[in-house]
């Protein structure tokens, strides 16, 4: 079964979502660290510029953590019991190098999905006159908090399309696995496939 191939987005109607790229993630030596996150900078950074240059809207998610509100979360990562991931610590913050603007979107979330217990469908919905209907979704992980979001967005009947090299993950099987999965809930594409598509006008 392959739906990636029955639909088509169009970057009018499309919405960049960059997922986790915060300093706890994606810094040398941070407590969290996706080391692939720190690599995939200049694309992430390429795509942000393309959609800047296009008017297509950027939302960035920050995930924060806390013992008492995140409770499983910290018994699967005990290393972030006492620290890490904390709101209004620079650990939270997106990374410099992708910075956002003024008119960009944040999304401070306490669970993997950007969707739960969050304003982000209602923004998707409302921010445009040409209602949005497609997320491209980068960031980190590739498993975990992207893929959750990714999956979240489908079930709201938004079209997904899921950057495969501009997603990263601890372990490539893992991310590699998510890439799979999406051909089921979205469409999988390279970071030059989307900006070419954007600079296309659908893809």
């Not at 990636?4 to 030596?29: C, H, P, Y």
Request: charged share 25%; net charge neutral.
């Amino acid at each position: 079964m392959e739906l990636s191939s029955k639909w088509t987005f169009e970057r009018d109607r499309s919405a960049l979502i960059v997922v986790d790229m915060q300093n706890d993630f994606v810094l040398d030596g941070a407590i969290m660290q996706v080391k692939e996150a720190m690599n995939q900078l200049p694309k992430i950074k390429s795509l942000i510029a393309k959609c800047r240059e296009l008017s297509i809207p950027i939302i960035y998610t920050i995930h924060e953590t806390d013992e008492v509100l995140n409770p499983l979360e910290i018994a699967a990562f005990p290393h972030l019991k006492n620290a890490g991931m904390r709101k209004g610590t620079p650990g939270v913050e997106v990374v410099e190098e992708l910075k956002p603007h003024a008119n960009d979107i944040i999304i401070r979330k306490r669970r993997f999905s950007a969707f739960y217990q969050t304003d982000l469908e209602l923004i998707l919905r409302n921010m445009k006159i040409t209602r949005i209907d497609t997320v491209i979704i980068c960031g980190t992980v590739t498993n975990i908090c992207c893929e959750s979001t990714a999956r979240d967005a489908f079930f709201r009947d938004f079209k997904v399309v899921f950057g495969s090299d501009i997603c990263s993950a601890v372990n490539l099987d893992a991310h590699k696995a998510t890439l799979a999965n999406m051909e089921i809930f979205g469409r999988v594409l390279d970071c030059y496939s989307i900006l070419s598509a954007l600079d296309n006008g659908r893809g």
